[in-house]
C-alpha cells in the first residue's frame, strides 16, 4: 500500500503563532484530505484537495501531486486548533492515512 | 450537510457478549461505508470496506467472523464485535463516501469508545 508520513509528529504552538504542517505520499494518488481530530475524537474535515492551494479562513492547504507532498498551513493559531491533524490520500476509494501531527496550542 | 452519525457513542460490555454500533449517513444516500479502528495516540487503521447490498471487503488481518458488518441500507451500516474481549476496546469509527462530480470525499461520524471488561 501507499505509505503516507506526516511530519512534525507533535508540535506546540504559543497562541498567535502560524505552523505549517507536512504530508508525503509515497505514490500517485487521485486525491486527498486533511483532516481535524479534535479532543473528542471527532474528525472535521478540512480540505479536500487533489491539488493547487485552497484556503478557508486561517487555514490553507497546498498539494503538489507530481511531487506527492501535501501542505496544512495554520495561521494565528487558536487554543481550539489542538487536536490530531490527519491527511488521508486517495487511490480509487481507498484512503490511505497519515501518521498524524498531534498540535497543542497553549495560550 | 454531508452528517454522519453513530450510536452508541460509548459502549461498556462483559467479555464475552456482542457489540453492535450503527453508523448512519443522515442526509446523503452513501454506496460505500468505511470502518476504522483507533487505538490511543495512533492513526486510524482501515478495517473493512462496507458497499450496500453486498459483502464487506475486510482488510488483512482482521477477523471477519468477529467483526460483522452489515450494509443493508444506503443510509445505514451497521459492526457487530461479536465474543469481545478485553483487547477489543478501542475507538471505532465510520466514514461514508460523499460522491460529487468526480470526487470521492469521506465523511466520518463522531466514534464509538468501546471498552470490554
Known amino acids: 500500500g501507499i505509505q503516507v508520513e506526516q511530519s512534525p509528529p507533535d508540535l506546540i504552538l504559543q497562541e498567535g503563532a502560524n505552523s505549517t504542517l507536512r504530508c508525503n505520499f509515497s505514490?500517485?494518488?487521485?486525491?486527498l484530505q486533511w483532516f481535524h481530530q479534535n479532543p473528542w475524537g471527532q474528525l472535521i474535515n478540512l480540505f479536500y484537495?487533489?491539488?493547487g492551494t485552497k484556503q478557508n479562513g486561517r487555514l490553507s492547504a497546498t498539494t503538489v501531486a507530481t511531487e506527492r507532498y501535501s501542505l496544512l498551513y495554520i495561521s494565528s493559531s487558536q487554543t481550539t486548533d489542538s487536536g490530531v491533524y490527519f491527511c488521508?490520500?486517495?487511490?480509487?476509494?481507498?484512503?490511505?492515512f497519515g501518521t498524524g501531527t498531534s498540535l497543542t496550542v497553549i495560550p | 450537510g454531508a452528517v454522519v452519525s453513530q450510536h452508541p457513542s460509548w459502549v461498556i460490555c462483559k467479555s464475552g457478549t456482542s457489540v453492535k454500533i450503527e453508523c448512519r449517513s443522515l442526509?446523503?444516500?452513501?454506496?460505500?461505508m468505511f470502518w476504522y479502528r483507533q487505538f490511543p495516540k495512533q492513526s486510524l487503521m482501515l478495517m473493512a470496506t462496507?458497499?450496500?447490498?453486498?459483502?464487506?471487503?475486510?482488510e488483512q488481518g482482521v477477523e471477519k467472523d468477529k467483526f460483522l458488518i452489515n450494509h443493508a441500507s444506503l443510509t445505514l451500516s451497521t459492526l457487530t464485535v461479536t465474543s469481545a474481549h478485553p483487547e477489543d476496546s478501542s475507538f471505532y469509527i465510520c466514514?461514508?463516501?460523499?460522491?460529487?462530480?468526480?470526487?470521492?470525499?469521506?465523511?466520518f461520524g463522531p466514534g464509538t469508545r468501546l471498552t470490554v471488561t
Open positions: 505514490d500517485s494518488v487521485n486525491n
Open positions: 466514514s461514508a463516501l460523499g460522491l460529487a462530480a468526480y470526487s470521492y470525499e469521506q465523511y
Open positions: 462496507s458497499n450496500e447490498g453486498s459483502k464487506a471487503t475486510y
Open positions: 442526509d446523503f444516500q452513501a454506496t460505500t
Open positions: 488521508a490520500v486517495i487511490t480509487g476509494n481507498q484512503f490511505y
Open positions: 484537495i487533489p491539488s
